[in-house]
């Protein structure tokens, strides 16, 4: 879709709740309480397609639990959302992975006693060798198993793991347990990748190349929603921003809008002023 | 002391039927412990099902060997998805707190009073395998060096490691399969399974039938090989003793099990032989040579063998000693 390239981004309008003209993921009134606290509340938010979308905010402010809720690892309380038009309240985690709409965790859950290769072949969806009686007859699904191997290939030639790939993934250091859990959730083959602080722990000189693939996943027509608290690493690649705090939108915009936002420079280091703040 | 004796035996033990069902056993915790990491504390109950549906189908209702056997392996599978509907999706302590008790409620079920009309109560039911010893091929019984068995003990020991050898391969030929690395996955960990769009409840249920009727095989071969069905046979450490055996070999390998049953009878005989012979010949102190003594001392010593196995090799004898290093 040629239209939907990120200067689209620059004819709307900062505002929460904003509509965009192809939003590939909507999300109408999803609340969550833990007890009293409600740790997320959003009215509505449109996640526009083909664009890197950052989902910023302080400690706390419950982007975690928002990602948890859409990917369908948490129920809301209250609340719907569609994805590529279709209704996700209530599916389970697996059936929205299977969607296209794949997600990583802020602690990396790299399979330790799996090899890398093994780790990447998981990701690889309709697989006819996952069911019982097939996984016995070799002949069945052994050509679907290589094009698999080989599609895992590119990939982690691509993420620079490829000398790795007999290795077990427990063997691997943070920085490269995080390039391939963004390489296996691409054998999902998905068409909206939401990172959960996909930087965090990582050192500085891998996070430019962590970067850089992020930037490439929206290059190849995939959206990323990207949750991140590092101002500078949001403000570098993203085309649109989405600040949360205390689980309310309180500013979404291009990243140049979101710097010079009041609310959300009261959302991070305080209000210093008794003037209250904007919705 | 009569080491031939001791050796004898205790070689005899380890290739004989019981080894060979415990070695069923393990192969189902194997699967269910080993690969998918599922905390199975009940697999004697299992066993227990599989035993009790030959048992009962042929004693109490007078029904062939072969429904006997089906019913045996059909009562697995119930007994899986009843254990596994409500738990599987819970923390896997609660399945490991359910699993232990749901073995020990069946027990104390089948040996109950009431029960006595179809399942003998306390005394058991026997006389559950004479279509099984009436086609015994076996005109005279197996010799191996020191040992020998009966054409009765040849036959079951044929038939049970026979079926050790089609559930190694089995298990073998799944875990190479993508199903099985969804399972290797689900052990390391059910969120990333899940988030690479992976039915992770399904895939546990089929790993705990999977595992639950290899356990069952493993009643049945124990009902045809003692010919009798005794609640009392099914006490818990017989699941602990099949941990043993798995951990001994090396969990989540192929013949981990196997060679973990072997070695475990052939010590556990060989230990309770040495210390009978010890007693016979007053080489044992005073407070070792009770009537009970025996027994209880084989286990201690057991236990001593099996702290030194996961002192100076945690990984099992066939296990892979990198895997170890990676739990941090």
Do not use: C
């Not at chain 2, 409500?86 to 232990?100: G, K, N």
């Not at chain 2, 009392?232 to 060679?259: E, K």
């Amino acid at each position: 879709m040629p239209e939907t390239t990120p200067h689209t981004m620059d004819a709307i309008e900062a505002r929460p709740g904003v509509s965009k003209p192809d939003p590939i993921l909507t999300i109408d009134g999803v609340q969550r309480n833990f007890g009293g606290l409600r740790a997320v509340d959003v009215d509505h938010l449109e996640i526009q397609r083909g664009v890197i979308t950052a989902l910023i905010g302080p400690n706390g402010a419950g982007k975690t639990t928002f990602f948890n809720l859409l990917t369908g690892f948490d129920a809301p309380n209250e609340g719907e959302w569609t994805f590529e038009g279709e209704s996700l309240g209530g599916m389970p985690s697996h059936q929205v992975t299977r969607r296209g709409m794949v997600r990583t965790f802020q602690l990396t859950k790299a399979l330790s006693r799996l090899t890398v290769m093994d780790n990447m072949l998981l990701g690889a969806t309709g697989q006819r060798g996952e069911g019982f009686l097939p996984a016995l007859f070799r002949p069945g699904w052994s050509q679907q198993e290589a094009d698999n191997t080989a599609r895992a290939e590119d990939l982690l030639t691509r993420f620079k793991l490829i000398d790795k790939k007999d290795d077990y993934a427990g063997e691997l250091s943070g920085g490269q347990r995080k390039l391939l859990e963004m390489a296996r959730a691409l054998m999902v083959e998905p068409s909206l990748v939401m990172l959960d602080e996909p930087m965090a722990g990582v050192n500085p000189a891998l996070v430019q190349s962590l970067l850089g693939h992020v930037t490439a996943l929206r290059d190849e027509g995939m959206s990323v929603i990207f949750v991140e608290h590092d101002m500078d690493v949001v403000m570098g690649i993203s085309d649109w921003v989405v600040v949360l705090a205390e689980g309310r939108v309180i500013a979404e915009g291009r990243p140049s809008d979101i710097m010079n936002n009041d609310a959300v420079i009261d959302a991070y280091l305080g209000s210093s002023h008794d003037e209250p703040t904007e919705e | 002391m009569d080491f031939e004796a001791i050796f004898g035996s205790a070689l005899r033990s380890a290739l004989g039927p019981q080894a060979a069902v415990y070695a069923l056993l393990a192969i189902g915790l194997n699967v269910h412990y080993g690969y998918t990491g599922l905390l199975n504390f009940g697999q004697v109950g299992f066993m227990l099902v599989g035993a009790y549906g030959v048992g009962i189908s042929v004693a109490t209702f007078g029904l062939p060997l072969w429904v006997g056997v089906i019913v045996g392996l059909l009562a697995g599978v119930v007994l899986a998805i009843i254990l596994g509907a409500p738990t599987l999706r819970l923390r896997a302590d609660y399945f490991a707190i359910t699993t232990i008790a749901v073995a020990e409620v069946l027990r104390l079920l089948f040996r109950s009073g009431p029960a006595r009309p179809i399942t003998g109560g306390p005394f058991g039911l026997q006389s559950v395998a004479n279509e099984f010893y009436a086609i015994n091929p076996f005109t005279r019984g197996i010799r191996m060096g020191p040992i020998n068995y009966t054409t009765q003990v040849s036959w079951s020991l044929v038939v049970t490691w026979g079926l050790v050898a089609l559930a190694t391969l089995l298990v073998a030929l799944l875990m190479r399969s993508p199903w099985g690395r969804v399972l290797r996955a689900i052990r390391e960990d059910e969120d990333a399974a899940r988030a690479l769009g992976k039915n992770v409840f399904s895939y546990k249920m089929q790993s705990l039938v999977l595992g639950g009727v290899l356990g069952s095989v493993g009643g049945v071969m124990f009902a045809i090989a003692g010919s009798t069905v005794n609640a009392d046979s099914f006490r818990p450490q017989i699941t602990f003793y099949a941990y043993a055996i798995l951990i001994l070999g090396g969990a989540a390998t192929r013949i981990g099990p196997i060679v973990g049953a072997i070695i475990f009878w052939f010590l556990f005989s060989g230990v309770q032989v040495s210390v009978r012979q010890m007693q016979g010949s007053d080489l044992l102190p005073g407070f070792l040579s009770g009537a009970n003594a025996v027994g209880a001392s084989a286990l201690v010593l057991m236990g001593a063998a099996l702290v030194l196995l996961v002192v100076f090799r945690p990984q099992g004898i066939f296990g892979d000693p990198r895997e170890l290093k990676l739990d941090a």
